[in-house]
């Protein structure tokens, strides 16, 4: 079973030509959406495959006067073998799951 790890809810307004089923035509329809993306690993639910899982949970803390570059990417999609630093595996993970995470780019 996979577990949420993000929940969001976007208002969206269709207009009166969209087919959208369950609505009749002819005048503005809205509606609200909950999203929930959701992953699963060889190794049962979850989004980390592996870094520190024996820890009860992964936090990481950076003082942003001691980073050596100007820009520092770090890892949002967990496959990254430089953890907690951006190694770009988020491009085979996107190209696999057709996810779309990217780093967190952090400026000095």
């Known amino acids: 079973m996979a577990t949420p790890f ?3 809810a976007f208002r969206l307004t269709f207009p009166p030509s969209a087919p959208v089923p369950g609505f009749s035509s002819g005048r503005a329809r809205r509606g609200v959406v909950a999203v929930r993306a959701e992953a699963e690993t060889a190794g049962g639910s ?3 495959p592996a870094i520190r899982k024996e820890e009860a ?3 990481d803390t950076v003082l942003t006067g001691e980073l050596s570059k100007p820009l520092t ?3 949002r999609c967990w496959r990254s073998g430089t953890f907690p630093l951006c190694d770009g595996s988020h491009v085979k993970h ?15």
């Open 6 to 8: 993000c929940a969001a």
């Open 57 to 59: 949970k992964v936090v």
């Open 73 to 75: 990417p770090y890892c």
């Open 94 to 108: 996107n190209k696999a799951t057709g996810d779309n995470v990217g780093p967190l780019l952090v400026k000095k």
């Open 46 to 48: 979850g989004i980390n």
